[in-house]
């Protein structure tokens, strides 16, 4: 059973930074990315990472955050700087499959996540 684990998380104030890890359970050739999803708006695109290293952002983070990956520790990263108080959000890991498949903004188009991790930015 394949599975993702998110850390990382917790309280900053405004302007702070934060680096959030997702390690994965088995090795994974596919497109991965970071959601967020929060109160009472859907499950939004924050970063993706194609299994050739090609990113993507969404625009309200690009020049802020930063999607990597270490492929020799099967860990997913999300280094978040500048960070506002609408970047306050439950954020999730998520992988397209294990094997291929090209990156989508949709959640729908995920097939594994993680449980979240819940960051909090204060101003």
């Known amino acids: 059973q394949v599975q993702l684990v998110e850390s990382g998380g917790g309280s900053v104030l405004a302007g702070g930074s934060l680096r959030l890890s997702c390690v994965t359970s088995?090795?994974?050739?596919?497109?991965m990315g970071w959601f967020r999803q929060a109160p009472g708006k859907e499950r939004a695109g924050v970063a993706v990472?194609?299994?050739?290293?090609?990113?993507s952002y969404a625009n309200s983070v690009k020049g802020r955050f930063t999607i990597s990956q270490d492929n020799a520790k099967n860990t997913l990263y999300l280094q978040m700087n500048s960070l506002k108080s609408d970047d306050t959000a439950m954020y999730y890991c998520?992988?397209?499959?294990?094997?291929?498949?090209?990156?989508?903004?949709?959640?729908?188009?995920?097939?594994?996540w993680g449980q979240g991790t819940q960051v909090t930015v204060s101003s």
């Open positions: 088995v090795y994974i050739k596919s497109c």
């Open positions: 998520a992988a397209r499959s294990l094997s291929g498949g090209w990156c989508y903004w949709s959640p729908q188009r995920f097939d594994y």
């Open positions: 990472i194609e299994s050739d290293g090609r990113t």
